[in-house]
């Protein structure tokens, strides 16, 4: 029997019910001719979700990667994010419009407000945008990153619309129990950034290590089945192809309860997780 073109990639859906695949690929640093082979390659190691942000400053190598990858654009959702420069009702909308001039495509599968910037208070009115640009359709799916629950329900009391997907810190180190439990209530998906735990040093960690070992795996693909478990999207980053299909291969991996009541132990509470009440990115 033939091995699979691709590995086997799980997905969820949007309130809506359209697909957005679990496994998505992250491309922060990704930039230049050795960031669009990485791109590249990883679209066609089968990875159909791209996540990047203005901010990033690498639009142009994932659009070009997009393009030398050989797969039809219009089988991957590409993410980008509004820069924190960018809010407003104006400003959104121009910085969306360069996106896709960066990117060179028509419209933009999901569309985020990468950080809430409260200081600017002008959260309500990026939010209003991305829904004009969704209703447009210039945006497939509108949503945002690193907002909190309570700034979340500041966006639906003011528009009565909830962002379909929130992108946050999130891995066994951050768990985030409560705000992915606030967002299944609302119908907003989950979307982990840092998967991987890298700068909480997951890697070295006893409990993760066991686990690993265990099931003859990578400490990478435990990290993002756990995710995946609790139908978190993830995007992990790699620039090594080996390692690109090994975390979007998940499909032999099974977690038991033992598993998981170890992996429970590497949370580090809250305390030392970014909060966008205060943390601001420009």
């Known amino acids: 029997m033939s091995t699979p073109a691709y590995p086997e990639v799980p997905t969820t859906t949007f309130a809506d019910g359209t697909s957005i695949p679990l496994i998505g690929f992250g491309t922060g640093g990704a930039r230049g001719p050795a960031g669009v082979d990485v791109i590249a390659s990883a679209l066609r190691t089968g990875y159909r979700l791209l996540d990047t942000a203005a901010q990033y400053g690498n639009e142009t190598a994932v659009g070009e990667g997009l393009r030398r990858s050989g797969v039809d654009p219009s089988e991957v959702l590409v993410t980008t994010k509004v820069a924190g420069g960018d809010h407003g009702r104006k400003a959104a909308r121009t910085g969306i ?17 990468h950080w809430p910037n ?74 982990a950034w840092g998967p991987l735990g890298t700068r909480e040093g997951l890697s070295e960690q006893f ?68 909060d966008s009440r205060t943390h601001e990115e420009w």
């Open 207 to 274: 409990a993760i290590r066991k686990v690993a070992a265990k099931h003859e795996v990578t400490i990478a693909q435990v990290a993002l089945r756990w995710a995946v478990d609790r139908e978190i999207v993830v995007i992990p980053r790699s620039s090594d192809p080996g390692r690109q299909r090994r975390n979007l291969d998940l499909a032999a991996l099974r977690l038991d309860d033992e598993d998981r009541a170890l992996l429970a132990s590497l949370d580090l509470g809250e305390e030392s997780a970014w």
């Open 118 to 191: 409260p200081s600017r208070g002008l959260a309500v009115d990026t939010w209003r945008t991305l829904l004009d640009l969704r209703e447009e359709g210039l945006v497939l799916h509108a949503g945002v990153s690193n907002f909190r629950p309570e700034q979340l329900q500041e966006l639906f009391d003011a528009t009565g619309h909830w962002p379909e997907i929130n992108q946050i810190q999130l891995s066994l180190a951050r768990p985030h129990e409560e705000p992915h439990a606030f967002h299944q209530q609302h119908g907003i998906l989950t979307q």
């Open 97 to 113: 419009l360069e996106s896709l001039r960066r990117l060179g495509l028509e419209r933009v599968g999901i569309a985020l407000i």
